[in-house]
Structures are given as structure tokens and as C-alpha cells.
């Protein structure tokens, strides 16, 4: 699905923010990128979105790059952002129908998705409202909502949790978990490890503008030679330069 091979890339040529990265995230799968702040996470994302170009490297989605079709490549991306980014002049009804005019989503099955979120969301009485006079957590949510919505062949998260009550949290990692079923791949940046551990398929750990480990927790365990360690354990080793 999506191929991001040895990308270097930032902002300036003379210092690249990440080196020679690559990873790869398939159909029925959540990977996790996992790092410190001012790794690369964010970065890469901003790579992966077609939001920055890479100085190296390349990035496919289902074969396609962002150079050769960008319509085509960006429609099959939605992304929940860490701080939510909303239209003030917009109410929430207005932003979900913004998403299906962009995606150009059929009406009966945008209509379906829409409600169910909305209901799963506990937001149905607040779709004529402007969601700039929402809670922050609230605010989370509109954007959760347009990105499964949208239900594309690619799903970039970052840092969802932030805001989210226990029961917005446990829904939307029931959400991810339903997508993943159905053939969607998903890109996580998270720094709530445990719930990483729990839910994604492999990692990403980034340190340093580089990739440190990847891969399923056993296969990084065999990288970093740490038998029997959680994730977490994984991380401290190697973001204290236990790894290099």
C-alpha cells in the first residue's frame, strides 16, 4: 500500500530533519511510528502527506507518487491531525459534507458512515453547531469524523488520544481495528506506547532523524538484542543511546 523508501527531507537541503528513511505500511495492517519530540514523526508524516518534498528518496501509494498524479494519490489519504484544524465559518454538518464533495464520496454510503460516526461519537445533536466553539476533545472528534468518513485506502494518525474521553478513546481504537479488517492500512504516530503494543501490527521507532528499529516487537527485540523487554523498554534503550 503505502512504500516510503530512503527518504531524506525537511525543510532545508543543507539540514535535512530525517535520513534515509523507510518504512512500509500494507492493506490490513496498523503501524506504529513511535519516537521522541523533535525525532522525525512529524516529519515524515508531512513526507508521507505530500506536504513536504523529499530532497531523497521516493514515496509510493499503490504504485502511484505524488509527482506523477497528485489528485490521485492525495485522494486516497485522510489524516487526523494532533491539533485539530477546523473552518470557523463552517458548522459540523458543513465539514462532513466539505469531505464528500473532496473525496467525492457516493451519497447513500457517505450518508450510512456519517451517522454512524456521528452516533458512535455521541455528536448527532451537535451537527447545525460551529465546532470552533467546541471543547478541544470535541474538536478531535470533528476530525476523526471527516477522516473515517472519507474511508480511504490510507489512514496517517497523529497523536489521536490527546483530549479524547475514555470512551472517544476505546471508540476510536475500535474504528482503526474495523478499518484494518477491511483492507485499510494505517499510520499511527503515538507516544502512548502500552496502547501502541496492544493494537499495531509492527513499528517504526525513529530517533534522530533515523530509524532505529522496525518491525514487529520480537523482530526489534532481535535488533537491539533485548530478549523478553516491552516496547517501552525498547524505546528507553535506545532514545538514552543505548542503540546507536
Do not use: W
Request: net charge negative; glycine share 8%; proline share 4%.
Amino acid at each position: 500500500m503505502l512504500e516510503v523508501r530512503n527518504i531524506t527531507g525537511g525543510y532545508a537541503p543543507d539540514q535535512p530533519v530525517i535520513r534515509d528513511v523507510s518504512l512500509t505500511v500494507n492493506a490490513h495492517e496498523i503501524v506504529g511510528l513511535i519516537g521522541m519530540n523533535g525525532a522525525g514523526k512529524s516529519t515524515i508524516l508531512k513526507h508521507v502527506l505530500g506536504l513536504l518534498e523529499p530532497f531523497a528518496g521516493e514515496i509510493l501509494l499503490e504504485g502511484g507518487s505524488l509527482s506523477t498524479d497528485p489528485l490521485k494519490f492525495r485522494s486516497k489519504i485522510s489524516y487526523i491531525p494532533e491539533q485539530p484544524r477546523l473552518y470557523e465559518e463552517l458548522t459540523l454538518d458543513e465539514h462532513l459534507e466539505l469531505t464528500k464533495l473532496v473525496y467525492r464520496l457516493e451519497e447513500s454510503a457517505y450518508r450510512e458512515r456519517k451517522q454512524r460516526l456521528l452516533d458512535v461519537f455521541r455528536l448527532a445533536d451537535k451537527v447545525d453547531e460551529f465546532p470552533n466553539t467546541f471543547s478541544k476533545g470535541m474538536q478531535q472528534k470533528v476530525m476523526i469524523l471527516c477522516a473515517f468518513v472519507a474511508a480511504p485506502d490510507l489512514l496517517v494518525v497523529d497523536e489521536p488520544f490527546v483530549g479524547l474521553d475514555p470512551l472517544a478513546i476505546q471508540a476510536l481504537l475500535e474504528l482503526l481495528i474495523e478499518m484494518k479488517r477491511e483492507g485499510h492500512a494505517i499510520l499511527l504516530s503515538t507516544h502512548i506506547l502500552a496502547t501502541a503494543e496492544r493494537y499495531c501490527d509492527s513499528f517504526v521507532m525513529v530517533n534522530k532523524g533515523q530509524v532505529a528499529l522496525n518491525g514487529t516487537v520480537e523482530q526489534m527485540r532481535a535488533q537491539a538484542g533485548l530478549a523478553g523487554v516491552t516496547l517501552e523498554e525498547m524505546f528507553a534503550h535506545v532514545v538514552s543511546g543505548g542503540l546507536t
